[in-house]
């Protein structure tokens, strides 16, 4: 069983930008379907980014040419890049993997 472990958030300005991780231990990611979650408060848990076994990623609208999502074989380790960040960011940020395992969030809240 996969365990993961995300760091990186923070306080930040708009227009700041944030890498946050995604520590994998228990599975070898390099080639597996992974993804980047958020929540807000008082919302409902929505998708942001994915990759794929082969690599290719995707990502919803409002962070499309923002965002960018990789992964380090090497690190077993899954990273989101977030440029130009907007109060409507700010939310727990998890990382999924295989649409089954879930990290335990960490805080991202965008705000002057």
């Known amino acids: 069983q996969v365990q993961l472990v995300e760091s990186g958030g923070g306080w930040v300005q708009p227009g700041d930008s944030l890498t946050l991780s995604c520590a994998a231990s228990g599975s070898d990611i390099s080639r597996d379907p992974m993804a980047w979650y958020r929540q807000a408060p008082g919302k409902e848990r929505e998708w942001v980014a994915l990759?794929?076994?082969?690599?290719?990623?995707n990502y919803r609208d409002s962070v499309k040419g923002r965002f960018n999502i990789s992964r380090d074989g090497a690190k077993n380790t899954l990273y989101l890049l977030m440029k130009n960040l907007k109060p409507e960011d700010t939310g727990v940020y998890f990382c999924n993997h295989k649409w089954s395992v879930w990290g335990q969030g960490t805080q991202v809240t965008v705000s002057s």
């Open positions: 990759i794929t076994i082969g690599g290719s990623t």
